[in-house]
Nanobody
Framework: QVQLTESGGGSVQPGGSLRLSCAAFEYTSNIFCMGWFRQTPGEEREGVAAIYTLGGSTYYADSAKGRFTISRNNTARNTVYLQMNNLRPEDTALYFC????????????????????WGTGIQVTVSS
């Protein structure tokens, strides 16, 4: 069973930055896509960004393009990061790391059903 551990969340003022980290443990050779999702109360979980852990291709939601960057640790591809810049109050959410056994695809990377493993979530709050 793959275990995902998230870190780096917190509170920041609008315009600020945060970097989220997600480390995968156990059976990580079976992981080929890692992504970040977020969820607010009463809303569905939505995809933020994803990365193909082997090839490095990246995918972003429109709301994240130009502000967020997903990357991987090149020496330990079981760790991915989400650098979030120019944060807005609407970015406030519980952020989840997810891992899937299939290579990421632009067709499905935002579908929660395509991911096999999930972290417990980490809170990001953007407020003045």
């Amino acid at each position: 069973q793959v275990q995902l551990t998230e870190s780096g969340g917190g509170s920041v003022q609008p315009g600020g930055s945060l970097r989220l980290s997600c480390a995968a443990f156990e059976y990580t050779s079976n992981i080929f896509c890692m992504g970040w999702f977020r969820q607010t109360p009463g809303e569905e979980r939505e995809g933020v960004a994803a990365i193909y852990t082997l090839g490095g291709s990246t995918y972003y939601a429109d709301s994240a393009k130009g502000r967020f960057t997903i990357s991987r640790n090149n020496t330990a591809r079981n760790t991915v990061y989400l650098q979030m810049n120019n944060l807005r109050p609407e970015d406030t959410a519980l952020y989840f790391c997810a891992a899937g056994a299939a290579p990421c695809s632009g067709v499905w990377w935002e579908r929660t059903s395509e991911y096999n493993y999930w972290g417990t979530g980490i809170q990001v709050t953007v407020s003045s």
